[in-house]
């Protein structure tokens, strides 16, 4: 059994079901901590959840900002990342743009470097 996260009716990952229901969960603590809606619907009807490209953009992209600004902890960072690069992969097969932010530093910009190439050795392996 799996679980299919669509566009407009074109199906972009199709995760395990118990992989999909951990992935809701974590949206759901993230559109608490970053303050915005994902734009990632509710796994119905069918196992079937609708991705809205425009509030899913601005979401990664404050998600994005969010890594960057306030994961200043290992901790943080190590918690976050992993969801962060399957979001990536996600926005990229949906066609949304990231807006990356300007780096203050050389570490920001190889973090963020990391989250890019993460994110897009991802979507190379996720099923659709």
Known sequence: MSQYYEVHGTTVWNPALGTSRQFLRFVRVFEIEVGVPSGIGPAEPNDISE??????????????????VRTGSPDADLLS????VIVLALAQRAGVMVDW?????????????SLREQAQEKERQMVR
Not at 81 to 84: A, E, L, S, T
Not at 101 to 113: F, I, M, V
């Open 81 to 84: 990342r992993g969801f962060i």
């Open 51 to 68: 991705i809205d490209p425009e509030v899913f953009g601005a979401f990664v992209n404050e998600l994005v900002r969010w890594y960057l």
């Open 101 to 113: 932010p300007p780096t203050r530093s050389q570490w920001d910009a190889d973090k963020l470097n």
